[in-house]
C-alpha cells in the first residue's frame, strides 16, 4: 500500500479537502478511460491517481479563500 509523506504531498498550502477531491476527480477519470478501452486494472485508480499528484504529473488548484483555512 502506498503512503505518501502528507508534508510534502500538501505543500504550497494544499488542504487536504482539495487532495481528496482531486484524487477521487483523477480515480474517476482512470477507470472511465479504462471501461472505454477495455482495459483490465491491476492496479487501483485511487492509487494511480495520487501517484500521479505526488509526481507532479497533475497539479491541484485550490480557490485562494481555502488555502489558508
Given at each position: 500500500m502506498f503512503n505518501p509523506d502528507?508534508?510534502?504531498v500538501l505543500k504550497?498550502?494544499?488542504s487536504r479537502y482539495?487532495?481528496?477531491t482531486a484524487t477521487a476527480k483523477?480515480?474517476?477519470q482512470?477507470?472511465?478511460e479504462a471501461l472505454e478501452n477495455g482495459e483490465i486494472m491491476?492496479?487501483?485508480p485511487v492509487s494511480i491517481a495520487l501517484d500521479e499528484i505526488v509526481e507532479?504529473?497533475?497539479k491541484v488548484i485550490e480557490p485562494e479563500e481555502i488555502r489558508n483555512l
Amino acid at each position: 500500500m502506498f503512503n505518501p509523506d502528507l508534508k510534502n504531498v500538501l505543500k504550497n498550502h494544499l488542504s487536504r479537502y482539495s487532495l481528496v477531491t482531486a484524487t477521487a476527480k483523477r480515480a474517476r477519470q482512470i477507470s472511465d478511460e479504462a471501461l472505454e478501452n477495455g482495459e483490465i486494472m491491476v492496479e487501483k485508480p485511487v492509487s494511480i491517481a495520487l501517484d500521479e499528484i505526488v509526481e507532479g504529473k497533475y497539479k491541484v488548484i485550490e480557490p485562494e479563500e481555502i488555502r489558508n483555512l
